[in-house]
């Protein structure tokens, strides 16, 4: 299985919408999880931070299945300015520095 | 305050040439990452500095160098450009290397001829 695995999309969905992705991952080991949301042509921007609690923010809800190996980004009342890529972040044990990113979820919201 | 900013935004190089990539933080971060970006890939990481006076190979090292030069500035040079380092780069920042809570800056989209 490969580190971390994201269905690339493209999501389309009508505004308004609730759309949900899943990220998963093969280090059983990771005990933190990040969501970034990338806009075209543009830098990755952190969206959210994945602990075993999960975390909640506004419109956006992340999850951690530890069991499964996935973690999860739900986003309710979607907007036209949701249209982004997604990628979901994992990162390294054992004493490395180097996170593995997904390489990303497309979601389109159109009117 | 300005984030990560990156220099320049924009480079096309020939093949043998060489140039160094810039980039600054003004986040009194610790930790600083050179990272590229190709369709169809996830973020590779190039390089970091876990803190000032330190670097460290990432996934893909080869063909690049760095250097931490203060505490704000990390830069990354390629010696001898090849049409394979056609990507677009980015650097980023962290309080520290165990947060994977990363700042990225504008990016710069190198094309090599």
């Known amino acids: 299985r490969k580190e971390v695995e994201q269905d690339p999309g493209p999501f389309n969905v009508p505004e308004g919408a609730t759309v949900a992705f899943n990220c998963t991952y093969s280090?059983?080991?990771?005990?933190?999880f990040f969501w970034y949301r990338q806009d075209c042509r543009k830098e990755p921007k952190l969206l959210m931070s994945v602990y075993s609690s999960g975390n909640e923010d506004g419109r956006f809800t992340a999850q951690l299945n530890r069991a499964s190996q996935y973690i999860s980004l739900l986003i309710r009342d979607s907007k036209l300015s949701d249209s982004a890529t997604y990628l979901c972040?994992?990162?390294?044990?054992?004493?490395?520095?180097?996170?593995?990113f997904g390489r990303g979820t497309s979601l389109i919201v159109h009117p | 305050n300005a984030g990560v900013t990156q220099t320049p935004k924009f480079q096309v190089l020939k093949t043998g040439q060489s140039m160094t990539l810039q980039c600054a933080q003004d986040m009194n971060h610790n930790s600083m990452y050179w990272y590229r970006q190709d369709p169809g890939m996830g973020l590779r990481l190039i390089y970091y500095s876990a803190s000032e006076g330190t670097t460290d190979k990432g996934e893909v090292p080869n063909g690049y160098n760095v250097s931490r030069l203060n505490k704000r500035e990390f830069s990354l040079r390629l010696e001898s450009a090849a049409p394979s380092q056609t990507s677009v780069y980015f650097c980023?920042?962290?309080?520290?290397?165990?947060?994977?809570?990363?700042?990225f800056g504008p990016g710069t989209r190198l094309t090599v001829t």
């Open positions: 972040v994992v990162p390294p044990s054992g004493g490395s520095y180097i996170p593995t």
């Open positions: 280090n059983s080991a990771s005990q933190s």
């Open positions: 980023a920042s962290s309080v520290l290397a165990e947060s994977y809570e990363q700042y």
